[in-house]
């Protein structure tokens, strides 16, 4: 069965940390750019961060560059997002999705794979 699983959500000050993982089982994620994304109660979808398949090419939304990192291992078929300095308004549930391709793909609907996602949530 082809499936992406996240992990590693949670309640959290403002300011804190939290990391997410994106796990495979049933295919190998690296031949897949990865993206994660996120939807908070009433609001859209909207795109976080994304990563190649190998790795070497990175983009983030303009309201997480600087405090959001993304990387991967594709031997551990998984795939991470390291996020500081945390707002209450980064409280969504977070999703990864997987496309096969080497690129980040520029439309949400064009993924291949999505997880159940995970909740984070930013307070005090």
């Known amino acids: 069965q082809l499936q992406l699983v996240e992990s590693g959500g949670g309640l959290v000050q403002p300011g804190g940390s939290l990391r997410l993982s994106c796990a495979a089982s049933?295919?190998?994620?690296?031949?897949?750019?990865i993206g994660w994304f996120r939807q908070a109660p009433g609001k859209e979808r909207e795109g976080v961060s994304c990563?190649?398949?190998?790795?070497?090419?990175?983009n983030f939304a303009d309201n997480v560059k600087g405090r959001f990192t993304i990387s991967r291992d594709n031997a551990k078929n998984t795939v991470w997002l390291q996020m500081n300095s945390l707002k209450p308004e980064d409280t969504a549930v977070y999703y990864c999705?997987?496309?096969?391709?080497?690129?980040?793909?520029?439309?949400?609907?064009?993924?291949?794979?999505w997880g159940q996602g995970t909740q984070v949530t930013v307070s005090s």
């Open positions: 999705a997987a496309y096969f391709g080497s690129s980040c793909p520029r439309y949400p609907t064009t993924y291949d794979y």
């Open positions: 049933g295919f190998t994620l690296g031949y897949y750019a």
């Open positions: 990563i190649s398949d190998s790795g070497g090419s990175t």
